[in-house]
């Protein structure tokens, strides 16, 4: 809706503003997190203050004072999730298991007025069962900071659809952001030419 009416504004032709364009609160809903590792559970956090309702999915269940500190309650299976939000968040590394994690079937049990929010790899969806789900009103939009392959042929039938929103994997692309991420790297490198603990060493 807010792109579309940009476009409105700048638009030589425009001369009328549409009054029927209408959009959805993110207030007292439903969110689903697939993936609650550190920054799903950032996420959990920010998302409370909208006063959502906070479900999530992960391999392993965060502990019961983790997630009570802001109120996600944990579904075992993918499914229920995925019936139940009004959101679906996606926030998991990509590995073989989480490959194409969501396709047909999975956009399927969502509601048709979800709105599917990958902010990992996009491989992790099927974007074929995606265009599919979107031209039907499977569901009623989808945002992706990763598409797969990253950059999409400009004639990739998702640039053609009206209710996705695609970002360039900008997620972190803040002067801050990028900051602590370059302090963090320099803490690491210094980590190990001191022979110590690395400070954000990633599991192999």
């Not at 700048?10 to 001369?15: A, F």
């Not at 099927?126 to 265009?131: E, S, Y």
């Not at 998702?158 to 790297?185: D, F, K, S, Y």
Request: overall charge positive.
């Amino acid at each position: 809706i807010y792109l579309q009416a940009r476009c409105q504004i700048v638009s030589p032709d425009t001369k009328y503003f549409a009054v029927d364009w209408l959009g959805v609160e993110v207030t007292r809903v439903t969110l689903g997190i697939i993936g609650m590792g550190s920054i799903g559970y950032k996420v959990a956090q920010r998302a409370r203050a909208f006063n959502r309702r906070i479900l999530y999915h992960n391999r392993k269940r965060r502990r019961k004072e983790e997630a009570e500190a802001v109120g996600a309650h944990y579904c075992a299976k993918m499914e229920d999730l995925l019936q139940q939000s009004d959101f679906v968040m996606l926030v998991v590394n990509l590995t073989p298991e989480t490959h194409k994690l969501i396709g047909k079937k999975e956009l399927g049990l969502m509601k048709p007025t979800a709105t599917l929010i990958n902010i990992s790899r996009g491989a992790v969806i099927n974007q074929d069962a995606l265009v599919e789900a979107l031209q039907y009103n499977v569901i009623r939009a989808a945002a992706l900071d990763m598409t797969n392959p990253e950059h999409l042929p400009r004639n990739h039938p998702l640039l053609n659809l009206n209710h996705i929103i695609i970002t360039l994997h900008i997620g972190t692309a803040t002067v801050q952001a990028i900051r602590m991420m370059a302090e963090e790297a320099i803490a690491n490198m210094l980590a190990v030419l001191n022979d110590q603990p690395i400070p954000s060493e990633v599991p192999l």
